[in-house]
């Protein structure tokens, strides 16, 4: 099922530095305030900007009801709709959709049934200031620029055998 509805967000700080620095996360969620979804099914994704201080709801993506069939071609509308997210999180996520999510640079994250979304926010920037895992290091890694003057960088230090 492609998208139905996207809300984006525009009070929110969009326009702020800390926007440029934020990672974007998402949520399978039905109302906004707990992960209580499967990936596959979701009906809908809460996408937050979160960094080590600051945390908003930048868009919401609707999708509508979803059985879980195992029909894969509803996932691609999600994955897409995911793009410039670092990871979501849901009740649920099934092989072919990690496979997939990976592939894309999305972190897929399985949380217990119920976990308030607020209280994940607060975890992941706990993580970002007290130093992030492998996973959240690399995923950080992925957001930056590349620098252009590394190769001349590394020649200056020279090269040794």
């Known amino acids: 099922m492609p998208l139905q509805r996207r809300l984006q967000l525009v009070g929110c700080n969009t326009e702020d530095q800390w926007m440029t620095t934020a990672l974007k ?3 399978a969620t039905s109302d906004m305030k707990t992960v209580d979804q499967h990936f596959g099914a979701a009906k809908s994704f809460a996408v937050y900007a979160v960094d ?3 945390a908003c709801v930048v868009e ?4 509508g009801q979803l059985a879980m069939d195992g029909n894969e071609d509803k996932l691609a509308a999600k994955i897409q709709a995911l793009e410039g997210c ?3 999180y849901a009740q649920a996520i099934g092989g072919s959709a990690i496979t997939q999510l990976k592939n894309k640079g999305i972190q897929p994250v ?3 049934p ?3 979304i ?3 926010v607060e975890s992941l920037q706990d993580e970002l200031r007290q130093g992030p895992s492998s996973w959240l290091a690399k995923a950080i890694a992925a957001t930056m620029p590349a620098n252009p003057k ?3 960088e590394m020649e200056a230090e020279g090269w040794e055998e």
């Open 25 to 27: 996360v998402a949520f």
């Open 86 to 88: 670092i990871a979501v």
């Open 114 to 116: 119920g976990a308030q």
């Open 60 to 63: 919401a993506n609707q999708f």
């Open 150 to 152: 590394r190769f001349d």
């Open 110 to 112: 399985k949380v217990s």
């Open 118 to 120: 607020s209280d994940l």
């Open 52 to 54: 080590q201080d600051n």
